[in-house]
Structure formats: C-alpha cells, structure tokens
C-alpha cells in the first residue's frame, strides 16, 4: 500500500494509526467505546450523516418537486436542523489563505490508513451501531486538525490524495479541503475531481456539475468512485432524475455493504418517489428495509418514506394495505408502528383523511394500551375525522379527552389546530341556515311562457342534507391559518 513520504518519527504521534483491535470492526484499540443510549429512533436522526445532511420532509402540494428538493439538498454539507455540526471548531484553524500556513507541515501521518478506518467505522454505523456517531466525530475533528496540518509532500502520493478526496467526501471539513488546495504544489490528483468535489461540499452545485459532470465514476477506483457517483446524482436529480438513479445504482455497486450503498439506497428510493414508480419505490423500499433496518439513519429514512407514500397514496389503492405490510415485514413491530404514525400524519398535513385514518387505525392496533404511541395514534385519528360532517363531534370530544402533557411539541400544535377545526365546524353547523327569500308574484305584463324569476341565489336546502356541507364551507375558510401552524410546527 503506498504511504506518505517515510520519515519514521522516534516515537508513534497521536494520530498516527494505533493497531486496530479487531479487523472486522474497526474500531482502534483503546478507543472506549460509548454505551448505546445513544439510539435514534423514528423520531429522533442520528447526530451527524457523513455523506450529507437530511432534511425534514415538508410535504407540499407539488410531489415531484418536493421529493426532487429532498434529494438535491442532501448535496448540501450545511448541517440541517437535526444535525448539529460536527467540526465548526476544526475549521477555524484552517480557514485561512495559505499565507497563514506554517512553513513546513507535518509527514507523520498515513492518509490512506487514517480513511480506511473511519470508511470501517461508518460501515458499523450503517449496520446500527449507534456508538460510532460519537466515535466518528472524534475521528472527524482529530482527522480535520493531521490534515490541515500535513505537509503539501504528503499529498504527492496519489494514494494519499485519492484518499484526500474520500475523506472530505465522506464527512471532513470542506474548509480544511480548501486550505489544502491554496498550498503549493497542490495534491496529486485530477483536478476537476479535488476541485468538483470542494465545490460540491460547498453547496456550489453549477460549478460543481461542470467539474464533475464528464467524470467516469466506474473507470476511478471503488472507493473514491462510489462517492464522487453518489456526488454526481445529487447534483443531477433536479435536472435528470433517471441520470441521478442510474449514478446511485453505480454507487452502490462501486461500494456494496459501506454506508455510501446505504445512502445511495436510501436516495434511490426517494427518487423512485419522485418519478411516481410505485414499483420501483417498493423494490428499493423492500431492499432498505431489509440490508439497513439497523442503520443508524433508519429512523430518518423511515420519516422520509413516510412523506413520500403519503404523497403517493399508496395505502389507497384496494390492495394497499396488504402490500406495505409486506413490504414493511422485515421491521419490528415498533419500527411498524412509527411507519403508520408518520403516514397518518403527513397524511393530515396534506388533507388526506381517509389515508390519515386507516394509517392511524392500523398504528393504534400495534400500540400498547395507554402508551405514548396509543395517544399520538388517537390523535391523528381525531385530527382526521375532525374535519368529517358525521364525524367532528365525536373528534372534539376525543381531542379534549387527550393528555397534552404526553406528546411532543410537534403533536401539541397538531392537537390544537384539529381541535380549532373541530371547533369552528361545530361552531358553523349550530348556526341557523338563513330562509330562503319568497320567490317574487309575477309581473301582471309576464307572457306565460316567461319563467318566473328568482330573487334568491340560494337553493332551498333539504334538510339533514346541504347544512354540514355548509358548516364545512364556513369552516375552511379559516383552515388556512391552521394549516401554517401544522406546517411550522417543531417535528
């Protein structure tokens, strides 16, 4: 295996590659490993995702666009709102222009080595392991501070560079990647791909797509060729979508079982949403549930396939039910539960009460009695029929019976807004119909073929018929309020 510059140093330097305790895993020995309360459930994404930030989905009315907004802005190395930054503090050392460089930099690192094993310790990430996402941050900041501060001989090593590019790729510091490249010479390796993939992470995907756009992914090494193919469909879904899934097929292929197969499956899957494939979304579903249940990013992924069946109204057509409980059978039955809720939810925000309620039916027969989930179950079940003419007074009354203090911030405004609509609906349906004005005598010089004309515009009402459609009229007038309250709502 190639390796920097060999100037053995008298004594081992802290990040020089400590022996790996156990090859499989991957984790250096003497490293302490972190208990695993660290879980990321449904609700709840993991700290940090190397290859990019997720989004919370927002469903609107424009699928296509939406699911195409999702995909791109995992481009996007900016942390999202669930995922804190893992190297604001590594960056500042290495911000600046290479003026500000020391004059000689360090050559007792082994780049190649060093990436290596956090590419191991992501793949534990991918299978579950929870404790990684501490440990990968560690690795992240220590790697930040040995790369910016390595001396520019140490990139004249293609391995070394190659292993450059894979490492800020794969989470490091684009600041640091920036540095770098100010330095003189600069590192070993085409420079569309060292200077693609800085545009890239920082968010400039235009010019990015013009450095990275021609590159042959399969003709690179397996390992930087996975990530710069899982790059290049990120910065085409917008423009291409079939292009897009076709890179992350390649990507996959390229890295088969690493984290880089997991988020490229876990993208194909949204793009196959986008597209409106309901075949392909499934295939790819059914292969993320049952190769990456575990992952750490499961539980985010799974808020994601949510939106996006809820888009696709899956659960609509006569055999839905059916299907997605096949497609859902590798999942534990908690893992199941969360799917339902986060359907009957999403299916809430985009007004589809009939998809909300059979997704929320389902969820409370999985729930334990009196637990969290039976209440946010019960509520989204309410929030859907409190907009039914037959149906709004027994969802008021359940939504009053509902303990506030057990949901989170999300599902307290969800309960508010549903109660406001029951309210307003009760509200329209008790006020009085006003009368139908009496039809004018005709006029003494009408010609008998002449029909008598009506002064009231309004239509005699039968009654128990034309009065909740009405009340509905009346009330979502005033949904629209309600509706931004759901849509600003914390999740």
Request: charged share 20%; net charge negative; no cysteine.
């Amino acid at each position: 295996m190639p390796m920097a510059p060999a100037r053995a140093p008298a004594a081992a330097p802290a990040l020089a590659p400590p022996p790996v305790a156990a090859e499989a895993g991957g984790i250096p020995a003497g490293t302490t490993a972190l208990p695993l309360a660290e879980t990321t459930g449904a609700g709840t994404p993991p700290a940090s995702e190397p290859m990019a930030p997720i989004p919370e989905p927002v469903p609107t009315a424009a699928p296509a666009a939406q699911a195409a907004a999702e995909l791109a802005d995992d481009a996007h190395p900016a942390p999202a709102p669930d995922q804190p930054a893992t190297h604001a503090d590594a960056s500042a050392p290495h911000a600046t222009s290479a003026e500000a460089a020391p004059p000689a930099g360090r050559t007792d690192i082994y780049p190649v080595t060093l990436v290596r094993r956090l590419q191991r310790l992501q793949d534990l990430i991918a299978s579950g392991s929870t404790a990684g996402i501490a440990q990968q941050r560690a690795m992240i900041t220590e790697m930040d501070a040995a790369f910016g501060d390595a001396d520019a001989s140490v990139w004249q090593d293609p391995a070394n560079a190659r292993a450059l590019v894979m490492y800020f790729l794969g989470g490091g510091n684009p600041a640091v990647l920036r540095g770098i490249i100010q330095r003189e010479p600069q590192p070993n390796i085409d420079e569309k791909l060292l200077t693609g993939s800085l545009l890239y992470l920082e968010g400039r995907e235009e010019p990015a797509l013009r450095q990275l756009g021609e590159i042959d992914a399969r003709k690179l090494p397996n390992g930087i060729g996975g990530q710069i193919a899982l790059a290049q469909a990120a910065l085409t879904v917008r423009s291409d979508p079939a292009k897009a899934s076709r890179l992350l097929e390649v990507a996959r292929l390229l890295m088969p079982g690493t984290l880089v197969d997991e988020a490229a499956l876990r993208r194909a899957v949204l793009v196959a949403a986008q597209a409106g494939d309901l075949d392909q979304f499934e295939r790819l579903s059914g292969q993320y549930f049952s190769r990456f249940r575990h992952s750490a990013y499961a539980g985010n992924f799974r808020q994601r396939f949510a939106a996006a069946l809820s888009r696709m109204n899956v659960l609509a057509t006569p055999d839905g039910l059916s299907r997605l409980d096949a497609l859902l059978a590798p999942l534990d039955e908690e893992a199941r539960r969360e799917v339902f809720l986060l359907v009957s939810r999403s299916a809430i925000v985009e007004g589809k009460t009939a998809l909300a309620t059979t997704a929320a039916e389902r969820a409370m027969v999985l729930a334990p009695a009196a637990s969290r989930d039976a209440e946010r179950a019960r509520v989204y079940l309410s929030a859907a029929q409190a907009v039914t003419p037959d149906r709004y007074q027994a969802a008021e009354a359940a939504l009053k019976a509902i303990d506030r203090a057990r949901l989170d911030p999300s599902d307290q405004a969800l309960l508010e807004a549903a109660s406001r609509t029951a309210e307003l609906i009760r509200r329209a349906d008790e006020a009085p119909s006003p009368a139908p004005s009496p039809a004018p005598s005709p006029s003494p010089t009408a010609t008998p073929s002449a029909p008598a004309v009506v002064a009231s515009a309004q239509p005699v009402r039968t009654a128990g018929t034309e009065k909740p459609s009405a009340a509905l009229a009346k009330a979502q007038a005033k949904l629209g309020e309600i509706d931004t309250l759901l849509k600003d709502a914390p999740r």
